[in-house]
């Protein structure tokens, strides 16, 4: 967590004046882009991207791709509906220059990818890149046939010498600290010699939510894969070897970004609809409608999409976020207006996410006045009457979002760095005043809440 040196626009985040009561469109998933995008990349044959996420992670994502020599095109899908991507795969080709950003999607799904180039593919990327962990990836694609030039640290900066092929094979990696080093090994697999066997070695696993949605996405594309949870031994997946599907996939609206919108419903005793909800996801963001619903709202999920209706108070909450680390700031942030203390764990990963998240959210929510303590693995939160002062987001997308939800409720809060949402989430200023029905030109957002009565528990 390092405070930039320059002071990006103060954002002065909208105070709620009304129950929320919104349709709030949401873009396409981070994750299931980058996937997407790497599976079509790796196919014997072109495919479709429908609605996939348009921001800094996924751009990133293709333009590596595209320097590798994968065609990503514009288009407008087969059918002729809705903005799309024509991914027409390539050999793929080094030397070329990867930059990673802060995508941790990037620097780990890609290095495999890079194995299969015919040349060097050297990764670099912001400085927090430096400090998040990519041994599980480096080291295991060292044991199954690659070279790799890195300071042996673990870390960015490093060159792939791509062989055009990479034997592959069993491989033991401990992925307690990222569960995107097994969905990195497993993503490329088909394409490797042999498959590859990856078992897990280490303490436990976060965010398994994410490994089934690549297996499930590795079988759509026609991948045979073996994993624990259909049987296989626990803690291994095996992938064979095999050529990849070209498919037409629409990619589904990204539930975590819903977070913040729905957490809106909750603070202000609103109702919310994000359109296109999914009846069935691997996405963790799926998880926000039993978590939020403990924390005093409920929900009513419809072929329509999931429209979520606060009950005029937050109650806090005991809740194991392993599987969901991602939503934890938008929780805390919650947990942070509610009517009883929250205990947030099984988070200590979140430490090594975009900054580290739980100094971040302590450290800044207690800035506001908040009584927020760290924990070995996570969080406890003692809600506290919260003044305004300004929210720092240390460029963590995730920060900017729980900042906003706090403004809803707390007068003269400003987001430093708003802008950082462009990671995953480029809109989302005026998605966020478009939905409290604040002029703002809002993209995708239609609201009630201009003239609507005051907040149930009075924001
Ligand atoms: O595979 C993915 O798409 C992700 C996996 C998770 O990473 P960690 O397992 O490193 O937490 C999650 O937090 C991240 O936002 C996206
Ligand atoms: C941890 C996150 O992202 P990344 O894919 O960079 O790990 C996140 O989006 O919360």
């Not at 002071?7 to 396409?28: C, E, I, K, S």
């Not at 990503?72 to 087969?78: A, D, H, K, L």
């Not at 990519?134 to 694609?141: E, F, K, N, P, T």
């Not at 606060?310 to 194991?320: C, L, P, R």
Request: charged share 20%.
């Amino acid at each position: 967590m390092t405070e930039s040196s320059v002071h990006p626009a103060l954002w002065p985040a909208p105070r709620a004046t009304g129950a929320v009561d919104a349709t709030v469109t949401v873009p396409g998933s981070k994750s299931v882009t980058n996937r997407a995008l790497v599976l079509a990349s790796l196919s014997s044959e072109p495919g479709w991207l429908r609605r996939p996420l348009r921001s800094r992670d996924t751009l990133l994502m293709a333009q590596a791709l595209r320097a590798m020599g994968v065609g990503i095109e514009e288009g407008v899908g087969p059918d002729g509906s809705g903005e799309a991507w024509r991914v027409i795969p390539a050999g793929l080709h080094g030397p070329a220059q990867v930059d990673v950003g802060n995508a941790g999607t990037v620097m780990r799904f890609l290095p495999p990818v890079a194995c299969l180039a015919d040349g060097p593919v050297h990764f670099d990327g912001d400085p927090r890149s430096y400090e998040r962990p990519l041994h599980g990836v480096i080291d295991a694609l060292k044991s199954l046939g690659a070279r790799i030039d890195d300071d042996g640290r673990g870390t960015l900066p490093l060159t792939v010498h791509g062989a055009g092929a990479l034997d592959g094979g069993p491989v033991s990696i401990d992925a307690s600290s990222s569960s995107q080093f097994v969905s990195a090994l497993l993503l490329s697999a088909p394409r490797f010699n042999q498959g590859v066997e990856v078992r897990h070695t280490g303490s436990a696993l976060p965010s398994m939510p994410h490994i089934r949605m690549t297996v499930d996405m590795l079988r759509s594309v026609g991948a045979q894969v073996d994993e624990p949870e259909s049987g296989g031994e626990p803690d291994v997946w095996r992938v064979s070897p095999s050529a990849l599907l070209g498919r037409d996939l629409t990619v589904e609206p990204d539930l975590s970004n819903a977070q913040p919108f729905l957490a809106a419903a909750l603070v202000t005793g609103g109702r919310v609809t994000v359109p296109d909800w999914p009846l069935r996801t691997t996405q963790p963001g799926d998880a926000l409608r039993e978590i939020f619903t403990a924390m005093g709202g409920a929900c009513e999920l419809t072929e329509r999409g999931l429209t979520f209706t606060g009950t005029g108070s937050v109650h806090g909450i005991d809740v194991d976020l392993s599987e969901v680390g991602e939503l934890t700031p938008g929780i805390a942030a919650l947990a942070a207006l509610a009517d009883s203390p929250s205990t947030l764990r099984g988070v200590a990963h979140l430490r090594l996410h975009e900054t580290d998240r739980l100094a971040a959210l302590t450290k800044e929510i207690n800035g506001l006045g908040g009584d927020v303590t760290e924990t070995a693995d996570g969080l406890r939160i003692n809600p506290r009457p919260l003044h305004g002062g300004t929210f720092h987001t240390y460029d963590d997308h995730r920060m900017a979002t729980a900042g906003a939800i706090i403004g809803l409720a707390v007068a003269g809060v400003e987001i430093e760095n708003v802008a950082t949402t462009a990671k995953t989430l480029p809109d989302f200023p005026d998605m966020w005043t478009g939905m409290l029905g604040e002029p703002s030109g809002a993209v995708g957002v239609s609201s009630g809440a201009l003239g609507a009565p005051a907040a149930r528990r009075g924001v």
